[in-house]
């Protein structure tokens, strides 16, 4: 099984009281098992593809029409 991680946001603590509320992070985690590697990987493969994005390019959220 193979885990993958991603994180996002402003993980260090602000000295700025007055923004300290306007900080935020997340965290996400996915997990594939071995017996279905292949078939993520073709279909994130696809997805890229559809949207032109290179192989080693991120898909950011922003970019999804969802």
């Not at 193979?2 to 996400?28: M, P, Y």
């Not at 590697?37 to 290179?54: F, G, P, W």
Request: proline share 2%; hydrophobic share 40%.
């Amino acid at each position: 099984m193979k885990i993958f991680i991603d994180e996002s946001g402003l993980f260090n603590a602000h000295r700025d009281v007055q923004t300290k509320d306007k900080a935020w992070c997340a965290v996400g985690a996915i997990t594939i098992p071995h017996k279905n590697e292949k078939k993520v990987y073709a279909a994130l493969s696809k997805l890229k593809k559809k949207m032109n994005s290179k192989r080693r390019e991120s898909i950011l959220l922003e970019i999804l029409d969802v």
